[in-house]
């Protein structure tokens, strides 16, 4: 009897002691203690808290003695804890892209006031480089005393080009401006020049040349000024972007403006085919930039060019029936005075016969 | 799928509160229709439908309190699925303005530099037109305007050198 009881003893233990805990209690207690679930805890506290009943509720399941109710609301507490976590993600998320959208909204207005203050500033500098230029240019110089031959026909050749000069930038200020009186003052200086080019050589009048091309700039600059009291600065760049992208005309800026240089735009005296699409584009283009006047600067190779004021007027006629205003348009025959290539080199001297259409920059 | 999302639909014109199970049916449904959404939520999409099973299978032994346990487990899960693909969506879009938030600091900065450098620019050129005026005298410097002065050269010592 007594070794049936001692037999028994152990099975009545066990058959007291508490069921083993379902593996999905331990699963939800390791996921509730990581950082990330303390991290939920704080940025997506309600599903934390959802997560934390359940598995409250596991655990009286399993005093219970619910083993299967305790497995399942275990299991739901795990899903409940990720539910958090992903939760605390786009709380975070949003956190985050709404720091983005601030630093976004401030670095835009900072980029905005920035641009905006280095264009005027820009304007500035540019104006104030220009006065700069006029005040060099005019400044009396040494008199250029007798020269030997060579010298002499040197300065001839020099002189012959910035009276070039001159009479290009005071057409350009008339186009702009055409009653200003420094205007009048520096055409007069460009005829005065004109005739002592024509009547006499010698000396070369270099000196006066240079005065009146300085003069020139000078009123260009001041008709720039009078015509507008907005910056053109972003409107050359936009005109020169636009004639770059349009590719093959390698527009460049001068003192009058943006240039373009055209050649072998004519076969014989009639405009090709080619020549005659370039001119269309240009005129578009001009078409859509009213504000900027018109030059059509012929360049002759020398006496014997074949081109000259009258295929000039056959380009101005194409830009006009592509759209250019007519009336803020002037044709300009600069004779051999600007080459580019010694006219002596035969074999060259056909790259020297160019076009120049010039968008004279109206200024502000 | 149409079946699901129309009985969900009947509920909520009813007014009838949805069950766990068919609101875990009507997101399983949504998510399964988008092949890039089922990819990135593919484990608990996985344990929804397994736990939507294991439900079914209570129900058919009588065991209906487990069965709806099981339910509200296979919600959970199709609700963390849910907010799975939200939170990629919420972080993609944080990533892409912090990137755009960035460059925008950056383009911000290199302004500032030309700005500096324009500021710098127009300094030296007051500096210099200040020098100048003072040499020359005031802008714009316009020639004599008596035809004699223009006509007669200017006397080398009546005149400044240019360097």
């Given at each position: 009897m007594r070794r049936l009881f001692l037999l028994s003893l152990p099975i009545l233990v066990a058959s007291c002691a508490r069921p083993p805990r379902p593996a999905a209690m331990a699963d939800a207690e390791s996921v509730r203690r990581t950082p990330a679930a303390k991290n939920a805890a704080s940025l997506a506290p309600e599903a934390y808290l959802h997560a934390e009943k359940l598995r409250a509720e596991a655990e009286t399941a399993y005093e219970n003695g619910d083993l299967p109710g305790a497995q399942i609301l275990a299991q739901r507490a795990v899903a409940a804890y990720q539910h958090a976590l992903v939760l605390a993600r786009i709380s975070y998320a949003g956190e985050t892209a709404n720091r983005a959208r601030l630093a976004l909204r401030i670095a835009e207005q900072a980029l905005a006031q920035n641009d905006g203050e280095l264009k005027r500033v820009s304007a500035q500098a540019d104006d104030l480089e220009v006065r700069i230029k006029v005040i060099k240019d005019a400044a009396p110089i040494a008199a250029a005393g007798r020269a030997d031959g060579a010298r002499e026909t040197a300065r001839l050749a020099s002189a012959r080009s910035l009276a070039l000069d001159a009479r290009l930038l005071c057409a350009a200020a008339r186009m702009i401006a055409a009653d200003a009186a420094p205007l009048t003052q520096a055409q007069g200086l460009v005829d005065d020049l004109d005739k002592r080019l024509v009547s006499?050589?010698?000396?070369?009048p270099v000196d006066a040349a240079m005065r009146a091309r300085a003069q020139c700039l000078g009123a260009l600059t001041l008709a720039r000024r009078s015509a507008s009291?907005?910056?053109s600065v972003g409107k050359s760049d936009q005109l020169l972007s636009e004639l770059s992208a349009?590719?093959?005309?390698?527009p460049v800026r001068d003192d009058r403006g943006v240039v373009v240089t055209l050649r072998n735009l004519f076969a014989g005296d009639q405009l090709t085919k080619e020549g005659r699409d370039r001119l269309d584009s240009l005129g578009r283009v001009a078409q859509a930039h009213p504000d900027f006047p018109v030059q059509v600067v012929v360049h002759a190779?020398?006496?014997?060019?074949?081109?000259?004021r009258d295929e000039g007027m056959a380009i101005s006629k194409a830009l006009v029936e592509a759209g250019a205003n007519a009336e803020r348009m002037l044709v300009e025959?600069?004779?051999?005075?600007?080459?580019?290539?010694?006219?002596?080199?035969a074999r060259d001297a056909?790259?020297?016969?160019r076009i120049e259409i010039i968008f004279v920059d109206p200024g502000g | 799928m149409i079946l699901t999302l129309g009985a969900a639909l009947v509920s909520s014109a009813t007014g009838e509160q949805l069950s766990d199970r068919m609101i875990a049916e009507q997101i399983l449904a949504t998510l399964g229709a988008s092949s890039a959404q089922r990819a990135l939520a593919h484990a608990p999409l996985e344990e929804s439908k397994h736990a939507l099973e294991r439900a079914a299978g209570a129900r058919r032994s009588g065991d209906i309190r487990h069965a709806e346990q099981l339910e509200g487990l296979s919600r959970e899960w199709a609700e963390t699925a849910r907010d799975l693909v939200r939170a990629a969506a919420a972080e993609a879009d944080a990533a892409a303005l912090e990137l755009a938030a960035a460059d925008a600091g950056v383009q911000a900065e290199r302004a500032r530099a030309l700005l500096e450098e324009a500021i710098a620019r127009r300094g030296r050129a007051e500096a210099e037109l200040a020098k100048l005026a003072t040499d020359a005298g005031p802008f714009p410097t316009l020639p004599p305007t008596s035809a004699s002065a223009r006509a007669k050269p200017a006397k080398p010592s009546n005149t400044k050198g240019t360097p």
């Open positions: 006499q050589l010698r000396p070369a009291t907005t910056s349009m590719g093959g005309l390698s190779s020398g006496p014997k060019s074949k081109l000259g025959a600069a004779g051999s005075a600007h080459p580019v290539i010694d006219p002596s080199i056909s790259r020297n016969e | -």
